[in-house]
T-cell receptor
Framework: NAGVMQNPRHLVRRRGQEARLRCSPM?????VYWYRQLPEEGLKFMVY????????ESGMPKERFSAEFPKEGPSILRIQQVVRGDSAAYFC?????????????FGPGTRLTVL | AQSVTQLDSQVPVFEEAPVELRCNYS??????LFWYVQYPNQGLQLLLK??????LVKGINGFEAEFNKSQTSFHLRKPSVHISDTAEYFC??????????FGDGTTLTVKP
C-alpha cells in the first residue's frame, strides 16, 4: 500500500459536525475506491470514483455521505452531521484503471471517532 | 453479486505449527480472489492473489493458497507460523476491475 496517502490518520468529531477524509492515489492511478470497516467487521464497499466521475455509489448511504475525485487534488469522502454509528475506519484503494489491471492498493486508513 | 464467507473468526495456533484459514465464496461469474493481512491500526497488505492459471498461488511471508473451483474455496495456508504472523486476515473476491467484496476476517493469534 505504499504510495496511497490518506489524511488525517485519526479524526475525532462531535455528533452533528462534518468529517472530511482525503485520499491521494498512487501516481498514475485515476481510480479510487472507498471502503468502510466497522469494528470487528470486514471492509464494505462504499463508492468507486474516476477523476471527475462517480462510477458506482451503490454502497454509500443515501444521506449525509458524498464523495468526489476532482481533476486536480485528492479524492474526498465527506460525511455531514456525523453520528456515533459513523465511527469506523475508512480506507481508500487506488487502482490504475488500465485494461488487465487487477490489484487495488490500499491506503493506511482514516479512523473516525464520533463522540 | 458476490459473497465471501470466512469460516473461522478466530484461529489460535502455536508458533511453528501449520495453519489454514478457510474462505468460501459465491459468484455467478468468474472472479479474482485475494488474501490480505491487516496489522493493528494499519491498512491492508496484499498477501497473494489468484487470477487464472495454476490453482496453487504463492504469496509473501511464506503463505500460499489453493483455488478450488468445484468447492468455491480459496483457503490460505502456511506450514510454520511465527509470532509476527499474528494479525487479521481477509479474503476478498472481485468480479471486475477493482471493486471487491470482503469476508468478515479471521483473527490469527500465534502463541509462543
Amino acid at each position: 500500500n505504499a504510495g496511497v496517502m490518506q489524511n488525517p490518520r485519526h479524526l475525532v468529531r462531535r455528533r452533528g459536525q462534518e468529517a472530511r477524509l482525503r485520499c491521494s492515489p498512487m501516481k498514475g492511478h485515476s481510480h479510487v475506491y472507498w471502503y468502510r470497516q466497522l469494528p470487528e467487521e470486514g471492509l464494505k464497499f462504499m463508492v468507486y470514483l474516476q477523476k471527475e466521475n462517480i462510477i458506482d455509489e451503490s454502497g454509500m448511504p443515501k444521506e449525509r455521505f458524498s464523495a468526489e475525485f476532482p481533476k486536480e487534488g485528492p479524492s474526498i469522502l465527506r460525511i455531514q452531521q456525523v453520528v456515533r454509528g459513523d465511527s469506523a475506519a475508512y480506507f481508500c484503494a487506488s487502482f490504475p484503471g488500465l485494461a488487465g489491471s487487477d490489484t487495488q492498493y490500499f491506503g493506511p486508513g482514516t479512523r473516525l471517532t464520533v463522540l | 453479486a458476490q459473497s465471501v464467507t470466512q469460516l473461522d473468526s478466530q484461529v489460535p495456533v502455536f508458533e511453528e505449527a501449520p495453519v489454514e484459514l478457510r474462505c468460501n465464496y459465491s459468484s455467478s461469474v468468474s472472479v479474482y480472489l485475494f488474501w490480505y493481512v491487516q496489522y493493528p491500526n494499519q491498512g491492508l497488505q496484499l498477501l497473494l492473489k489468484y487470477l487464472s492459471g495454476s490453482t496453487l498461488v504463492k504469496g509473501i511471508n511464506g503463505f500460499e493458497a489453493e483455488f478450488n473451483k468445484s468447492q468455491t474455496s480459496f483457503h490460505l495456508r502456511k506450514p510454520s507460523v511465527h509470532i509476527s504472523d499474528t494479525a487479521e486476515y481477509f479474503c476478498a473476491v472481485s468480479a471486475s476491475a477493482g471493486k471487491s467484496t470482503f469476508g468478515d476476517g479471521t483473527t490469527l493469534t500465534v502463541k509462543p
